[in-house]
């Protein structure tokens, strides 16, 4: 198993566990939202597993063709058996972006809708291009970005102000976007009772990455008028 970050690779040892986080084997960045130890690579049973061991941060899990995604949680942990794994995770400001490739997948996915149930993508979401734009806003620090590495989600004022809106439209598209994948299953786009779906912005750039909703081909949307 390799792990990519920034451009620098490094190769897992089935005998030693690998921790990623702001004081881990591979330490990520000194940012204060971020966990010291916030996942864990370890072989175990014949296979290699990504655990979360944080206590607050999530991580968005996909396959690199972004067919099949996972919400992996404080505590929960999943194998990695493709051939390639995109990990991205937002701490404070900051969406971070890593890769795990490994020399013997023990499964190849051949389902290019992504049928499979839980937290994975179930076939493509249908989005009117004022929609698409709203994420593309949102995510065009990571569309420039050539590979792996950090990037800071502006905020909606910012991505207003990108597309030219009043901040009333784009909070309204938003709104619709968020309740759309939200009912496709896609989690952490809408607050719960008495909760506030403060981090939706993030939670919405990192699906919308994973799952290849949104493309650098589609940075064009951000120069038309929409």
């Known amino acids: 198993m390799h792990v990519e970050f920034c451009g620098e690779w490094t190769q897992l040892e089935e005998e030693n566990s690998f921790t990623i986080g702001r004081g881990g084997d591979l330490q990520i960045d000194d940012n204060p939202y971020l966990h010291r130890h916030f996942l864990q690579i370890g072989f175990h049973d014949g296979l290699w597993w990504l655990s979360n061991t944080g206590s607050q941060l999530s991580a968005t899990v996909s396959d690199t063709a972004g067919s099949v995604q996972a919400f992996l949680a404080p505590g929960a942990r999943l194998p990695l058996v493709f051939a390639g794994t995109t990990v991205l995770f937002t701490a404070g400001p900051t969406t971070y972006e890593l890769t ?20 994975t993508t179930i076939g493509p979401v249908l989005l009117t291009d004022s929609q698409k734009a709203v994420i593309v806003a949102l995510a065009e620090p990571l569309l420039r970005r050539d590979g792996t590495g950090t990037s800071a989600i502006p905020s909606s004022k910012v991505a207003a102000a990108r597309l030219g809106w009043e901040m009333t439209r784009f909070n309204r598209k938003l709104d619709n976007v968020c ?45 038309l008028s929409l």
């Open 179 to 223: 309740d759309k994948l939200d009912r496709r299953g896609i989690r952490g786009l809408r607050g719960g009772p008495g909760q506030l779906a403060t981090n939706r912005r993030a939670r919405l750039v990192e699906h919308a990455i994973a799952s290849r909703l949104v493309t650098p081909e589609d940075l064009s949307l951000l120069e």
């Open 100 to 119: 795990l490739v490994g020399s013997e997948p023990t499964f190849e996915n051949s389902d290019p809708t992504g049928t499979s149930g839980g937290d």
